[in-house]
């Protein structure tokens, strides 16, 4: 199979549709997950189950549609003072 950025040819298109139908009906096992190892839904809309150019990395995953959790933990954990003004304004 070529990948998934690459045109394909009108029999490796019809092959792609035929094994998507299957798996949608159940008669063939759904793909795994690549990174967490679960199935993955069938049903789930093609615009949603690939990744984007940048992020594609050429598995099936659906990893692209976590949350980061990483980059936010510490701006949220950080307290600060709730309808506090952050500038002072200069009063005439």
């Not at 993955?40 to 959790?69: C, R, V």
Request: hydrophobic residues 25%; charged residues 25%; glycine residues 6%.
């Amino acid at each position: 199979m070529t990948s998934r950025g690459s045109k394909l040819s009108r029999e490796e298109y019809r092959q792609r549709q035929d094994i998507d139908a299957a798996r949608k009906a159940g008669t063939m096992p759904a793909e795994v997950d690549s990174v967490s190892g679960k199935e993955i839904n069938p049903h789930i809309p093609q615009y949603i189950s690939e990744a984007p150019w940048y992020l594609d990395s050429g598995l099936p995953t659906l990893q692209h549609q976590k949350a980061s959790t990483t980059e936010h933990n510490d701006k949220i954990s950080d307290w600060y003072l709730r309808g506090g003004k952050s500038v002072r304004t200069a009063t005439y």
